[in-house]
């Protein structure tokens, strides 16, 4: 009895994992092969769940008759330099507020925490007159720059979390030696911290990529635009081109599955390294 109990309950748990599965894996199929479709057969009924002839139209197109290139280059400079510079502020304000004490430490924890329960999306028209009187409208240094300030606030909080993970004693003994806070931090703390920042700045990086609500308020220019609001293009009034936009929607994840796959070890390191604190 306690046997086929054991057996019924592996069978409902792998049963529901295996339907998780397919509900999430699912959407990523159909876009992929619908990108991958002739664009007349999109729309053909029945459905087919396996084209029945590869094309390579719907990537032609995104190329020949979209700026498409321009998005990737715009994408990667501003996530790239955006996940950076936020890293680096975020890696000094995250070793001052876990090793210093000072009357506002609360307070100033309490707002970054506040900070993730506001949607971003309240303040876009704030948002949007403050950068048009900094002249930073269609630019995208000016998105850089909030999407800087957007990133600090949680990344600043993991990033506490790591330092106080790493004794206190590795850079007293540095600076015991000759080295000042500041050399004691670079030389001696970020070595050990690496996969705890390598984290922080993919975490940084993905979201940069894949934000959509700033970057469509920000840029109108299409030399400018990133990858998702030249998504967004594609949707007008009375049509979707949802041939393009499955293409460019593939084209969009590759950068970030060649990132977690190079990355991962220092994910998972990192992700583990300021969970357990001895």
Same mark, same amino acid.
């Given at each position: ?37 002739? $664009? &007349?057969? !999109?729309?053909?009924?029945? =459905? ?7 094309? #390579?139209?719907?990537? *032609? ?57 506001? $949607? &971003?999306? !309240?303040?876009?028209?704030? =948002? ?7 002249? #930073?409208?269609?630019? *995208? ?60 700045? !993919? ?76």
């Amino acid at each position: 009895m306690i046997r086929s109990e054991t057996l019924a309950g592996r069978i409902v748990k792998f049963g529901g994992l295996g339907l998780c599965l397919i509900f999430t894996v699912f959407p990523l199929y159909w876009i992929l092969i619908t990108s991958f479709k002739d $664009p &007349g057969t !999109i729309f053909a009924y029945p =459905l087919r769940y396996w084209p029945g002839s590869w094309s #390579l139209e719907n990537y *032609r197109g995104l190329f020949d008759q979209s700026n498409f290139g321009v998005f990737v280059a715009n994408s990667l400079i501003v996530s790239t330099v955006a996940a950076a510079l936020a890293t680096v502020v975020s890696l000094l304000s995250a070793y001052v507020l876990a090793r210093f004490e000072f009357v506002s430490k609360g307070a100033v924890m309490g707002a970054f925490l506040v900070t993730q329960m506001i $949607p &971003g999306f !309240i303040a876009l028209g704030s =948002l949007y007159i403050l950068m048009t009187r900094m002249y #930073l409208v269609d630019s *995208r240094w000016g998105l850089v720059l909030v999407y800087v300030a957007v990133s600090i606030p949680l990344c600043t909080v993991m990033l506490r979390g790591f330092f106080e993970n790493v004794p206190a004693s590795l850079e007293e003994a540095a600076m015991v030696d000759g080295c000042s806070r500041l050399s004691a931090l670079f030389r001696v703390l970020v070595p050990v911290m690496t996969p705890g920042i390598a984290a922080s700045y !993919i975490f940084n990086f993905v979201n940069c990529w894949n934000e959509l609500f700033l970057s469509v308020t920000l840029l109108n220019s299409d030399g400018n635009k990133t990858i998702p609001a030249a998504l967004n293009g594609f949707i007008s009034s009375y049509n979707i081109d949802w041939g393009s936009m499955s293409a460019a929607a593939v084209l969009s994840i590759v950068p970030t599955m060649v990132l977690f796959a190079v990355a991962s070890r220092y994910i998972v390191e990192g992700l583990t390294a300021g969970a357990v604190k001895e």
